[in-house]
């Protein structure tokens, strides 16, 4: 007898919110790509990109008020060098991977870099946050849970493969940011790292403008 599966019903509450927002009044397409490409690589203070975590916790559109009708622009919850990253009047690209972690995000960060101002000018944000999955277990430990199970084949991948586990995120992140600071292909952008804390929800400054 063949079973016929159903498809998951959050998928299809996600799709019917999906056609209502579509479908609503307030919709309006964005702009076309070579439109938002020229925009960005014409402005003098470039672009932001924010890297942050996949947890579903932790939203950046959420705890940097980009979900706000107010958005970047006028966003006043950080002082200081967070004014540096809110005093465009666009909204930042979010790159999110496990942890936030960079290794996972390069060559995405890599593509942007390419369509964008070539490093050249801009922020990245490296944000990291406090209860992390990624504190719960080591390179290791993942490596050998994925291993069971799986053939030869799949334990030669997960052999070579980083997951990027940590102790604190202060200590990630400052890994991070040294990892984008010393490449060649973002020497022209101001690269800094914060720690949200998932208690309070504030971002405390880890490293700083050189």
């Known amino acids: 007898m063949t079973m016929t599966r159903e498809l998951d019903p959050r998928i299809a509450s996600y799709l019917a919110k999906n056609r209502q927002w579509a479908e609503s009044k307030d919709y309006k397409p964005p702009i076309p790509f070579k439109e938002m490409q ?3 690589r014409e402005r003098e203070d470039g672009t932001v990109i924010v890297l942050a975590c996949t947890d579903p916790r932790v939203t950046p559109e959420e705890f940097l008020g980009m979900s706000t009708n107010e958005g970047n622009s006028k966003s006043s919850l950080f002082r200081g060098l967070i004014d540096l990253v809110f005093k465009a009047e666009t909204e930042a690209t979010i ?3 496990a942890g936030g972690r960079v290794h996972a995000a390069m ?3 890599l593509v942007l870099s390419a369509v964008g101002n070539l490093g050249k000018k801009g922020v990245i944000m490296v944000v990291h946050h406090t209860d992390c999955g990624l504190q719960t277990a080591s390179d290791d430990e993942i490596r050998s849970v994925l291993g069971e199970g799986v053939g030869m084949e799949g334990k030669e991948v997960l052999d070579g493969a980083v997951f990027g586990s940590f102790v604190t995120p202060e200590e990630s992140v400052k890994e991070d940011v040294e990892i984008l600071r010393a490449s060649p ?11 949200q804390d998932t208690e309070t929800g504030l971002l405390s400054g880890v490293v700083n403008l050189e």
């Open 95 to 97: 790159v999110r991977t």
């Open 185 to 195: 292909f973002f020497k022209g952008m101001q690269i800094v790292g914060f720690v």
């Open 107 to 109: 060559s995405t960060l």
């Open 38 to 40: 020229k925009k960005g």
